[in-house]
T-cell receptor, first 111, second 113 residues
């Protein structure tokens, strides 16, 4: 059974810092990996989708990498802003369609 | 609609009461998922539809949980005889095609008292 973990569970940084969120998964037979953002009381917003054949994806200040063989992904956030404060969820999809989510990293960016 | 709509946004139910949670996916989206998210946890898979067919219900925690999508659009998640451990946010997601980009709704927060 696929299991996804995320480190750290919570992170507090001053504005402007670069930071890295980590995601690990136990079964490397994935179709893709996705990073989501969740704001309190809101649904999930997709940030980056990496197909299993890809190594990384970039969108603005966000960069996500994937090392399928080692079961790891990282989300890099450059020049963090208070508006980046949210919970970041990593999820993998196998060929059975459904997402398996990690527990999330709660990020606070202090002004 | 422009996004996935879920109703109600909040539901308080007395233990033992039956509840029905609604999901309106984006028009034309074929795939639809339900997830359960406990406080402080990531979402956990409940069930998956492709059009009106329920292809996977392996995540439903008990036979008190039932989901349907009779016309391949709107879906309803029903929980019978609610218990306190059912308290969670229930998220719905839809996609135009299998393994495509999914859009999530804002969820229904269920509190069983």
């Amino acid at each position: 059974k696929q299991e996804v973990t995320q480190i750290p569970a919570a992170l507090s940084v001053p504005e402007g810092e670069n930071l890295v969120l980590n995601c690990s998964f136990t079964d490397s037979a994935i179709y893709n990996l996705q990073w989501f953002r969740q704001d309190p009381g809101k649904g999930l917003t997709s940030l980056l989708l990496i197909q299993s054949s890809q190594r990384e994806q970039t969108s603005g200040r966000l960069n996500a990498s994937l090392d399928k063989s080692s079961g790891r992904s990282t989300l890099y956030i450059a020049a963090s802003q208070p508006g980046d404060s949210a919970t970041y969820l990593c999820a993998v999809t196998d060929y059975g369609q459904n997402f398996v989510f990690g527990p999330g990293t709660r990020l606070s960016v202090l002004p | 609609g422009a996004g996935v709509s879920q109703s109600p946004r909040y539901k308080v139910a007395k233990r033992g009461q039956d509840v029905a949670l609604r999901c309106d996916p984006i028009s034309g989206h074929v795939s639809l998922f339900w997830y359960q998210q406990a406080l402080g946890q990531g979402p956990e898979f409940l069930t998956y539809f492709q059009n009106e067919a329920q292809l996977d219900k392996s995540g439903l925690p008990s036979d008190r949980f039932f989901a349907e999508r009779p016309e391949g659009s709107v879906s309803t998640l029903k929980i019978q005889r609610t218990q306190q451990e059912d308290s969670a946010v229930y998220l719905c997601a839809s996609s135009f095609r299998d393994l495509g980009g999914y859009t999530f709704g804002s969820g229904t927060r269920l509190t069983v008292v």
